[in-house]
């Protein structure tokens, strides 16, 4: 009986290990990159934005940039031969334009890297982008540093964005401080001290909290510069009561690259109410230096209800998209309104009905009486038989002599109308008299 030589199982475990390892190490991989890309259209949806869809082109290009950073150890978008994420996207065969936002760090999650992109006023704006379409993640590590890195890109063929926008900055190299996180005190509360290149957002990052936590249990503002040594609370102490809530700011002074939807995301705020507050429309162009209301003061009016349109007129850079998502509709309810498909083609100009065609209200119709007819005042006309019996009794009384006969008339409509007993009650009396007269006669012996 053949034995198995030990160094041959050892051979074969090799084998499976060299076969199945890639396998095992691509699962999370493609996890952590669904996952992050997940994440960032969740806070589109938060906004009310489209999702980026979902490209390989764009995915593959991410990738490649990915493997270099975790290699490298490197955080920056320039790779050591020069290319750039625009360089990168058309050499993975991508036609279009493209932007990046990169983030790593010692076993850092999905989540992590979400917050540190969040806590960026550069890459936040990426990750908010209405110029963007579409967009490709991907994930490498080195065993302690997990890279994620996001190619957003909109295809040549789709209308240009508007000229002032038309390029988004990147982000030069970022440099990542390390930053040694401080253990909780014996009364539960962190603090940690800021040591040099630090920022306030690196810090929330590290502590997987939000920079809004960090601002408002310190009594910072987004201005607040930082200094090494100084102490920023992560924790408050078990019991121990936060400071007060600073009351909101009214107004917003816009930066450098800032448009609505980067303000109502940064404020909380529904884009509409930016609007309705400062008068603005879909096409208002901020500069640095303008002062955006983004809420009322306690007890302010708020402005006239403006007249809600009914149409949006199509410019450069809109989709179908963005059109639905800046009037708070879904696509398909906006393609229910115009009749269209999702592979319309939208010119600049075109209108757009955003909600439905009101129905006029027809005005009550008061009808005028019409006034009845009077019915026509019957004439009395007597009875044909009543004036030959006063005839015939005159002629009696004056002597024996026969009447003559009057023609009976016609009768009117109103004898027509006084029935058979009218008729007959004459003619009984007519020939009484008759017989009377031929009576008394006889008596005379004139008959």
């Given at each position: 009986m053949n034995r198995v030589r030990p160094y041959a199982l050892v051979g074969l475990l090799l084998l499976f290990v060299a076969a199945y390892a890639p396998a095992l190490n691509a699962a999370p991989a493609g996890q952590s990159a669904t996952e992050i890309f997940n994440l960032v259209n969740q806070l589109r949806a938060e906004h009310g934005l489209p999702p980026?869809?979902?490209?390989?082109?764009?995915?593959?290009?991410?990738?490649?940039?990915?493997?270099?950073m975790a290699a490298n150890v490197a955080y920056s978008h320039t790779q050591h031969d020069g290319s750039t994420p625009q360089m990168r996207a058309s050499a993975a065969g991508y036609n279009g334009f493209v932007t990046e936002i990169i983030v790593g760090g010692s076993n850092m999650t999905p989540q992590q890297g979400l917050i540190w992109w969040r806590n960026s006023a550069l890459h936040y704006s990426n990750m908010v982008s209405n110029r963007y379409f579409e967009a490709g993640a991907a994930f490498a590590t080195n065993g302690s540093q997990n890279m994620y890195v996001m190619v957003i890109g909109r295809p040549s063929n789709s209308p240009a964005a508007p000229a002032a926008a038309a390029a988004d900055p990147l982000p030069g190299a970022i440099q990542v401080i390390p930053i040694q996180l401080a253990q909780p005190r014996e009364d539960g509360s962190i603090v940690h001290t800021v040591g040099p290149g630090q920022a306030l957002w690196q810090i929330a990052a590290h502590y997987e909290v939000e920079l809004s936590q960090i601002l408002l249990i310190n009594s910072l503002d987004e201005d607040h510069i930082i200094q090494p040594g100084d102490e920023i609370w992560i924790r408050l102490a078990e019991g121990q009561p936060p400071p007060p809530t600073p009351t909101p700011p009214l107004s917003h002074t816009v930066r450098e690259g800032e448009n609505p939807w980067m303000i109502a995301a940064r404020y909380d705020v529904d884009l509409f109410t930016i609007f309705y507050?400062?008068?603005?429309?879909?096409?208002?162009?901020?500069?640095?230096?303008?002062?955006?209301?983004?809420?009322?003061?306690?007890?302010?009016?708020?402005?006239?209800?403006?007249?809600?349109?009914?149409?949006?007129?199509?410019?450069?850079?809109?989709?179908?998209?963005?059109?639905?998502?800046?009037?708070?509709?879904?696509?398909?309810?906006?393609?229910?309104?115009?009749?269209?498909?999702?592979?319309?083609?939208?010119?600049?100009?075109?209108?757009?009905l955003i909600r439905e065609m009101p129905t006029p209200t027809p005005e009550p119709v008061t009808a005028t009486p019409t006034p009845e007819a009077e019915p026509p005042t019957p004439t009395e006309t007597a009875p044909a038989s009543k004036t030959v019996a006063a005839s015939s009794l005159l002629a009696l009384a004056e002597g024996p002599v026969l009447p003559t006969p009057t023609p009976e008339p016609s009768p009117t409509p109103a004898e027509e109308a006084g029935g058979a007993d009218s008729i007959f009650t004459g003619s009984v009396i007519f020939a009484l008299l008759v017989l009377g007269g031929a009576a008394w006669l006889f008596s005379r012996g004139r008959i």
């Open positions: 980026y869809q979902y490209n390989a082109t764009l995915a593959a290009a991410a990738q490649n940039h990915a493997n270099w507050l400062n008068g603005f429309d879909e096409n208002v162009l901020l500069h640095p230096g303008d002062e955006v209301r983004v809420r009322l003061a306690p007890g302010e009016d708020p402005p006239p209800t403006p007249t809600p349109k009914l149409h949006h007129v199509v410019r450069e850079g809109d989709t179908l998209w963005t059109v639905a998502a800046l009037h708070s509709l879904t696509l398909d309810e906006l393609l229910a309104l115009n009749g269209l498909t999702t592979d319309a083609v939208l010119q600049v100009g075109d209108q757009l």
